[in-house]
């Protein structure tokens, strides 16, 4: 039986503290401490917390505003586990959580592990969308967390477990934001660490939740993609680098309509097959026609913004380098 630190940084979200803390009182496994970094917050989280002190083995810690990454480190530094567990504070944990992460690591030794989210049944039909969007083969390559992902597995941070030896091997976080997630998660497996999926220690991750808010997301995501490249430049795989041929492909077609309708014709087609096969598959997947074409427009504001994201932030440490 191991015991599990829970670290949650938190900046102005006292609501969705408070339901994923209640999340936490209701896990069946119950040998865990929980620790709260309040990074800055001008609406602080605190009352929240008061009001499971009772049930919940908690620590609040109110410091400077420094950024997710660092404010981690800081958690790091206060917690007694054996194993340190980071989640973002929009996520809601399912019951058997930490009992399905501890059986799971009672047989297969992981020096560190991540899960997948997935969409809760009270969310919106957006962000159940949002979420379809996010989690996809046919949008991310299921980098997020599925267990035929492309490319190698890294863990991230809205879900995201080290052991003590990782942490005091590594030193933590060396960057705050932009990326700071991928860059730990690298670096852990240079160290030698073993690193693996626990597919079934999946959280329902909240996100945004409106389609302007994912799109800044998103957008900001691409920005770290190119942050990363600065430690691990063979880091940008070709699944990265779908946004940007998609959105490419998307102008062409638009270019196309004015200059050559055959090749018009051809990319609309394609474009249509594409989106055929993202709308079948959420609607099966989420029971809803509704979220099955507003999957449509969640993946189209992914891919442009990550694109976008990407791009712009090259273009800015370019013009910086020059």
Same mark, same amino acid.
């Given at each position: 039986?191991?015991?599990? /630190?829970?670290?949650?940084?938190?900046?102005?979200?006292?609501?969705?503290?408070?339901?994923?803390?209640?999340?936490?009182?209701?896990?069946?496994?119950?040998?865990?401490?929980?620790?709260?970094?309040?990074?800055?917050? =001008?609406?602080t989280?605190?009352?929240?917390?008061?009001?499971?002190?009772?049930?919940?083995?908690?620590?609040?810690?109110?410091?400077?505003? =420094?950024?997710?990454?660092? /404010?981690?480190?800081?958690?790091?530094?206060?917690?007694?586990?054996?194993?340190?567990?980071?989640?973002?504070?929009?996520?809601?944990?399912?019951?058997?959580?930490?009992?399905?992460?501890?059986?799971?690591?009672?047989?297969?030794?992981?020096?560190?592990?991540?899960?997948?989210?997935?969409?809760?049944?009270?969310?919106?039909?957006?962000?159940?969308?949002?979420?379809? /969007?996010?989690? =996809?083969?046919?949008?991310?390559?299921?980098?997020?967390?599925?267990?035929?992902?492309?490319? /190698?597995?890294?863990?991230?941070?809205f879900?995201?477990?080290?052991?003590?030896?990782?942490?005091?091997?590594?030193?933590g976080?060396?960057?705050t934001?932009?990326g700071?997630?991928?860059?730990?998660?690298?670096?852990?497996?240079?160290?030698?660490?073993?690193?693996?999926?626990?597919?079934?220690?999946?959280?329902?991750?909240?996100?945004?939740?409106?389609?302007?808010?994912?799109?800044?997301q998103l957008?900001?995501?691409?920005?770290?993609?190119?942050?990363?490249?600065?430690?691990?430049?063979?880091?940008?795989?070709?699944?990265?680098?779908?946004?940007?041929?998609?959105?490419?492909?998307?102008?062409?077609?638009?270019?196309?309509?004015?200059?050559?309708k055959?090749?018009?014709?051809?990319?609309?087609?394609?474009?249509?097959?594409?989106?055929?096969?993202?709308?079948?598959?959420?609607?099966?997947?989420?029971? =809803?026609?509704?979220?099955?074409?507003?999957?449509?427009?969640?993946?189209?504001?992914q891919?442009?913004a990550?694109?976008?994201?990407?791009?712009?932030?090259?273009f800015?440490?370019?013009?910086?380098?020059?």
């Open positions: 039986m191991y015991f599990y /630190s829970i670290i949650i940084p938190v900046y102005n979200r006292p609501d969705e503290i408070a339901e994923l803390l209640q999340s936490l009182v209701r896990q069946t496994y119950k040998n865990f401490e929980v620790i709260i970094v309040e990074d800055g917050s =001008s609406k989280c605190k009352k929240a917390v008061d009001l499971t002190a009772e049930k919940l083995n908690i620590r609040y810690f109110f410091k400077e505003n =420094s950024g997710q990454g660092f /404010s981690r480190n800081f958690g790091f530094d206060k917690a007694t586990g054996d194993y340190f567990i980071v989640f973002d504070s929009d996520c809601i944990l399912p019951e058997a959580y930490l009992q399905t992460a501890n059986d799971f690591l009672k047989l297969n030794k992981l020096d560190a592990f991540g899960g997948p989210d997935k969409a809760h049944e009270s969310f919106t039909k957006v962000q159940k969308a949002i979420n379809y /969007s996010m989690t =996809s083969i046919f949008t991310t390559g299921g980098i997020r967390g599925k267990k035929n992902h492309v490319g /190698s597995y890294h863990p991230r941070s879900n995201m477990g080290i052991s003590r030896a990782v942490y005091e091997k590594t030193g976080y060396i960057i934001r932009m700071e997630d991928i860059e730990f998660s690298i670096r852990i497996g240079e160290h030698g660490f073993k690193v693996g999926l626990i597919e079934e220690a999946f959280v329902y991750h909240k996100r945004r939740t409106n389609l302007i808010q994912f799109f800044m957008h900001f995501f691409g920005r770290a993609r190119i942050n990363v490249s600065r430690f691990y430049a063979h880091e940008i795989k070709l699944v990265h680098f779908f946004p940007l041929f998609f959105l490419l492909g998307c102008l062409l077609i638009i270019v196309c309509g004015f200059v050559y055959p090749l018009f014709v051809i990319g609309l087609f394609f474009l249509t097959v594409y989106y055929l096969v993202i709308m079948i598959d959420s609607t099966l997947k989420n029971r =809803s026609l509704v979220v099955g074409v507003l999957s449509l427009v969640a993946a189209t504001v891919l442009c990550y694109a976008i994201g990407m791009v712009g932030e090259y800015k440490r370019k013009t910086k380098i020059q």
